[in-house]
Nanobody, 121 residues
Framework: QVQLQESGGGWVQPGDSLRLSCAAS????VGWFRQAPGKEREFVAA???????KYHASSVRGRFTISRDTGNTVYLRMNNLKPEDTGVYYC???????????????????WGQGTQVTVSS
């Protein structure tokens, strides 16, 4: 069982930056999702086991970047934050690795508790 813990969320103003961290108990294919109040969980980004391939949702491409270190931590760098980026951000691990379903929550087996990101002036 993979355990995940997110950190780095907070309240920021539009245009600010944040870096989220996802500390995992083991290395795997990892995705970031977010969920705003009253909305479905939305794919943000994903990264393969070795970090060679990265995938970003069109809504964040060019502003957010997923990366990982040589250990078990995955990051989500978020620049030029907008109010519509507000939500709870979750990281998730998939035991099957890459598949065309990587943007679906059902692709992932384990989830963290989430970290709140609020973008407001």
């Amino acid at each position: 069982q993979v355990q995940l813990q997110e950190s780095g969320g907070g309240w920021v103003q539009p245009g600010d930056s944040l870096r989220l961290s996802c500390a995992a108990s083991e290395r795997s294919f990892v995705g970031w999702f977010r969920q705003a109040p009253g909305k479905e969980r939305e794919f943000v980004a994903a990264i393969t086991f070795k970090g060679a391939n990265k995938y970003h949702a069109s809504s964040v491409r060019g502003r957010f970047t997923i990366s990982r270190d040589t250990g078990n931590t995955v990051y989500l760098r978020m620049n030029n934050l907008k109010p519509e980026d507000t939500g709870v951000y979750y990281c998730a691990a998939s035991t099957i690795g890459y598949a065309v379903t990587y943007s679906s929550p059902t692709h992932y087996d384990y989830w963290g508790q989430g970290t709140q990101v609020t973008v407001s002036s």
